[in-house]
């Protein structure tokens, strides 16, 4: 018995059992309160509030502004449950979107309904509800009624890859809030780094009952997607799921799935001399029935938050200078705490007998107008037989959790302080490439690019091998020397230029990253080559892809260049390999880059070029060992990661194909 005390009291209670003596309640009536009534707000602020509240033109409470809030909604359907305080204007151009969306759920392609239940009307397993979906072509669930109790979301994944042999990966959400894929092997990565984020159709999608609302999936215009429907599930709630499929309107449809004791509800709801079998009609009376008994059954709690936020106003008004007097700062404080613990006796006893305090709302005649309507509603309520307490623990039945959270503040770290260097005029070796395309013999006014890189602080932490160095990449020493050295010598990395000039000599192969200034200065001189001799070199522009869009874009390097580039100009795979790493790219083309990443890297990889586009197997070791010989760094994935961080100044790039190659 010791053994289960313990277990209870250090494991179960504190997480699922853990109350407090008092409380500090608010509610969607304190959205809207007046600035010089507040109590959180200090003199300071509620001066510098008061001013554009005033502009809004919004109501005034004793003279004092209302606070300016603004709020939108796709739907009104709990417009009677708003605070009295808060007014919905809704648009007369949009009042017919209700019904609209209504009609869409009406159309022929999504009039199918099916019973979750077997020949006995037992309730399917999850697993027999995948192969259902498999069987029926669907790969994509909108879990609106919250059906998967048995799996969380990565377990459905996997099952669902399990029945469905032709799915090549599938989509969920993960514990950390952001889309995910898995592949067949059950490795995982970031959706928006895969191959799959404008390409769902060869995936399962299963979107859970919290991610069925504000969540945009580029599905495919024939998509069919299951959304199933859960006990007291609302017309708002359903319409939301349904329209994460965009062009529901078009081309894409959604079939209805109930378990047992839903699809009981509807048959009960179902008018009577409505004959035949039960389909997306009969699943919208339902819903608007449930929406109704919802709404009615938020009532009593919508009663009493009005009536504590009245309380508190009334309080408020009452004790103005707490903020100033401590004995009137308590008495207020106790008006705000409502008790928090409750004995079962005080939650469950029959008949029990609640004293309502009244409502002192004389010389605050808005509140005043509250409390009537108010108590308006709590009569209306009592006629039709419900029930309404004074205290604001209706929903004491509600599952409830406690989470303890960790706060964390992103600081971001400055760099220290430099003197900048003073700006050269253009040296001539670096004007004498751009005429001839060829580097002068021990010159000094360029070094190569993974040399300059082994200079960094990084470069110093890692090491970079001398096969690194053989590449043809340059940059200038005016892109080099940003910042005098202070009396340290220690390296500045935080202060390495963005690449986005490139001197391209197709004469000697040859690439010479220069600076701004020195571009500015060499335009107008490869602007006046001669049209009919062909260009010795030309002027690249380039941004280093740090989203996927820009891949297409700047690795090609051909987004614009100065003379232009021959049609069938095409940039070595190995410019735009080395290229990326010394600029810092995140994305890059699979079918080309990854192998010569890999090969630069000194990384084994084991993929065909057929399989890219269904799994990326991105090296997830940073041991010498595994670095062959020849490769780029003793720890290249290590020196990787080190070496975004500083391009990126901090940012996180976790999710990116370079993040995901780093582990």
Not at 343 to 356: G, Q, T
Not at 485 to 492: E, F, G, H, Q
Not at 633 to 647: D, G, I, M, N
Request: glycine share 4%; net charge neutral.
């Amino acid at each position: 018995m010791a053994v289960v005390n313990f277990f209870l009291n250090h494991i179960v209670f504190p997480r699922h059992a853990k109350t407090f003596d008092q409380k500090l309640v608010s509610s969607g009536w304190d959205i809207a309160t007046p600035l010089r009534t507040s109590k959180i707000i200090v003199d300071n602020s509620t001066k510098e509030n008061q001013q554009p509240a005033a502009a809004s033109r919004g109501p005034r409470t004793g003279g004092a502004p209302t606070a300016l809030t603004v709020g939108f909604s796709g739907t009104n359907d709990n417009k009677t449950l708003l605070p009295l305080n808060v007014v919905q204007n809704d648009l007369p151009g949009l009042s017919y979107t209700n019904a609209e969306v209504l009609t869409y759920l009406l159309q022929t392609r999504n009039r199918r309904y099916v019973p979750v239940q077997d020949s006995s009307g037992r309730r399917l397993t999850e697993e027999a509800f995948l192969r259902m979906l498999k069987n029926q072509g669907i790969r994509m669930l909108l879990d609106a009624g919250a059906q998967i109790l048995e799996l969380d979301n990565i377990a459905l994944a996997k099952t669902w890859l399990t029945v469905d042999p032709e799915a090549e990966a599938a989509v969920f959400f993960g514990e950390d809030e952001r889309a995910r894929v898995i592949y067949r092997d059950g490795k995982t990565q970031p959706l928006a780094a895969s191959p799959y984020l404008d390409n769902l159709g060869a995936c399962v999608v299963y979107l859970d009952e919290a991610h069925t609302r504000g969540v945009d999936l580029k599905m495919p215009p024939q998509a069919v997607a299951a959304l199933t429907l859960g006990v007291m599930q609302t017309k708002d709630h359903t319409v939301q799921a349904a329209m994460r499929l965009r062009q529901l309107a078009i081309s894409q449809s959604v079939i209805f799935f109930a378990p047992p004791e839903v699809h009981q509800s509807i048959l009960n709801t179902r008018r009577e001399g409505r004959m035949g079998l039960l389909d997306s009609h009969d699943v919208i009376n339902w819903l608007l029935e449930q929406t109704c008994s919802n709404i009615k059954q938020l009532q009593p709690l919508y009663v009493s938050q009005g009536l504590e936020f009245c309380r508190r106003r009334v309080a408020a008004q009452r004790y103005e200078n707490s903020n100033y007097d401590a004995g009137e700062s308590k008495t207020y404080l106790k008006v705000l705490q409502q008790p928090e613990r409750y004995s079962l006796e005080e939650l469950y006893a029959p008949d029990r007998k609640i004293k309502v305090s009244t409502i002192d709302s004389s010389g605050n005649a808005e509140i005043a107008g509250y409390v009537r309507r108010l108590n308006m509603i709590k009569n209306d309520i009592r006629d039709t037989g419900d029930t309404v307490q004074a205290l604001a623990h209706q929903e004491v039945e509600q599952e409830r959790e406690v989470a303890i959270e960790v706060e964390t503040v992103r600081e971001i770290k400055k760099p220290r302080h430099a003197q900048a260097c003073s700006q050269p005029p253009l040296h001539r070796d670096t004007r004498l490439f751009a005429e001839t395309g060829r580097l002068a013999a021990g010159s000094h006014a360029c070094i190569q690019a993974f040399v300059a890189l082994r200079q960094t602080a990084v470069g110093r932490r890692f090491g970079i091998s001398d096969s690194a160095t053989e590449s043809q990449l340059y940059i200038t020493q005016d892109f080099h020397q940003t910042v005098i050295p202070d009396p340290t010598n220690l390296p500045r990395d935080e202060y390495s230029r963005p690449v986005h000039w490139i001197l391209w000599s197709p004469v000697t192969s040859t690439a010479l990253i220069i600076s701004d200034h020195e571009a500015n200065a060499l335009i107008p001189l490869l602007r006046h080559t001669s049209p009919t001799a062909a260009p010795k070199t030309h002027l690249l522009t380039y941004s280093a892809p740090i989203t996927k869009p820009m891949v297409q874009t700047f690795d090609t390097l051909t987004f614009f260049s100065i003379p232009p580039l021959p049609t069938a100009w095409r940039a070595p795979a190995w410019l735009i390999r080395d290229l990326g790493i010394f600029a810092g790219r995140t994305y890059f083309d699979p079918e080309t880059q990854y192998p010569a990443v890999c090969d630069a890297l000194g990384l084994p990889y084991t993929i065909s070029l057929s399989d890219l586009d269904q799994a990326m197997p991105f090296p997830s070791s940073t041991n010498d060992a595994d670095a062959e010989n020849g490769a780029f760094s003793p720890s290249p994935l290590a020196f990787l990661q080190a070496w975004l961080a500083v391009r990126r100044q901090g940012r996180d790039f976790s999710s990116t194909m370079m993040g995901e190659m780093c582990g």
